[in-house]
């Protein structure tokens, strides 16, 4: 990722882009890094200033014991977006880390004029994290979410990944849930992208699903929100998108075709290009 990584009230980051294009905050899933926005953070930079962030608890700030608090990762982005000064500015967030980027905004509503969910529109599966035993009304739905926590769980080796990069037939082997076409990615950017991924705080994450009040966060949500969706995104429906609008004020619902869960990795430039939309529209 270019841009130089710091670290500022415990949140590490990186910065890049001129301060005068506006701002974008760029928020990791779970058991996802700061470097996985690394393409996307290099396109939008060119005419904005990008910050992207390491939830605590998470990239290269895990720990051993997986220690993780939703409130207290919050917070401590909202203190970040403080020190410095956010204003104006478009939060972006992907998969599960659409409920960070609901809480930051709730507790520095001033800073933020729009929210963008990338691959966020988790109903159902949230749903189903809270009522584990309504996977088997849809257990297609149950062993795909099973699957992301486990993919989020461990640190994924250097070694592993240089290999998923030489060989088409690995990655098809191992991204399959993930990604529309693991043939087709950029094996560079796949290192690149998932390098940091990985941390214990997604067992942390599973054991208190029940304590996260997701349609409570959501709600919570007062600036517009912007939608963007893979068209073959195992873990997002139409009904989805549709019960998701009855959560927050969605103004822009965009649909990527070839698409599965990981955009950033995936389509970074058709992706990277509707951000840009984002921050440039305030209509629909």
């Known amino acids: 990722m270019d841009g130089r990584t710091n670290t500022e009230h415990d949140v590490r980051y990186t910065e890049q882009g001129p301060v005068d294009g506006g701002t974008y905050l760029l928020v990791h899933g779970l058991g996802g890094s700061l470097e996985q926005w690394s393409e996307i953070a290099r396109q939008v930079g060119r005419s904005a200033r990008v910050l992207a962030v390491d939830v605590p608890g998470f990239g290269r700030s895990r720990t051993a014991t997986g220690a993780f608090d939703v409130g207290s990762a919050a917070a401590a982005i909202a203190r970040f977006c403080a020190a410095k000064q956010v204003r104006d500015a478009v939060l972006v967030s992907h998969s599960v880390g659409c409920v960070m980027a609901a809480q930051v905004a709730a507790l520095a509503p001033e800073r933020f004029r729009r929210l963008v969910f990338v691959s966020g529109a988790l109903v159902r599966a949230s749903d189903l994290t ?10 297609l739905l149950g062993l795909t979410v099973a699957t992301q926590f486990l ?3 461990i640190p994924v080796p250097h070694a592993l990944l240089t290999a998923m990069a030489r060989s088409a037939t690995l990655r098809s082997a191992l991204l399959r849930p993930f990604v529309a076409d693991p043939r087709a990615l950029a094996g560079d950017l796949l290192v690149e992208t998932l390098t ?89």
Do not use: N
């Open 130 to 139: 809270q009522h584990p035993s309504r996977a088997l009304r849809d257990p």
């Open 151 to 153: 993919a989020g769980l």
């Open 196 to 284: 940091g991924a990985g941390s214990p705080a997604v067992l942390r994450v599973l054991f208190t699903a029940k304590a996260i009040a997701y349609d409570t966060m959501l709600r919570s949500v007062r600036q517009p929100v912007d939608l963007i969706t893979g068209d073959s995104d195992r873990l997002i429906t139409d009904e989805d998108r549709r019960l998701l609008r009855g959560l927050v004020d969605v103004h822009r619902d965009e649909v990527i075709a070839g698409c599965g869960h990981w955009p950033w990795l995936e389509h970074p430039a058709e992706l990277a290009t509707l951000l840009i939309r984002s921050g440039l529209d305030d209509d629909v």
